[in-house]
């Protein structure tokens, strides 16, 4: 059983930077898919970054583009998202998903096929 656990948010005034990670036990992290969502207060929760296993490819949303990195660590079994240039409304609780058996290249946007869920650390971004 694959048991993700998230750690690295807290409260940061606007402009400035955090990471979270998500540490991953059992299965083989190196062959899990990674992504990253977020939920705001009374909003559905939202894609925020990818990254394949194969090759590293990485996709984000537009929102976050040029501003968060999401990257991996396969030797520690951690994968990271790192949140620069942070706004008000980049608050949520963010939640890292690994993906099982997904093609090598392939970054995933959508809640499905991520087949485990962390339970999520939040971020809160003041003005």
């Known amino acids: 059983q694959v048991r993700l656990v998230e750690s690295g948010g807290g409260v940061v005034q606007a402009g400035g930077s955090l990471r979270v990670s998500c540490a991953a036990s059992?299965?083989?992290?190196?062959?899990?898919?990674m992504g990253w969502f977020r939920q705001s207060p009374g909003k559905e929760r939202e894609f925020v970054a990818a990254?394949?296993?194969?090759?590293?490819?990485?996709v984000y949303a537009d929102s976050v583009k040029g501003r968060f990195t999401i990257d991996r660590d396969n030797a520690k079994n951690t994968a990271y998202l790192h949140l620069n240039s942070l706004e008000p409304e980049d608050t949520g609780v963010y939640y890292c998903a690994a993906g099982v058996g997904i093609s090598p290249r392939a970054v995933l946007r959508t809640a499905p096929p991520y087949d485990y869920w962390g339970q999520g650390t939040q971020v809160t971004v003041s003005s």
């Open positions: 059992g299965g083989t992290f190196s062959r899990f898919a």
């Open positions: 990254q394949s296993w194969g090759d590293g490819n990485t």
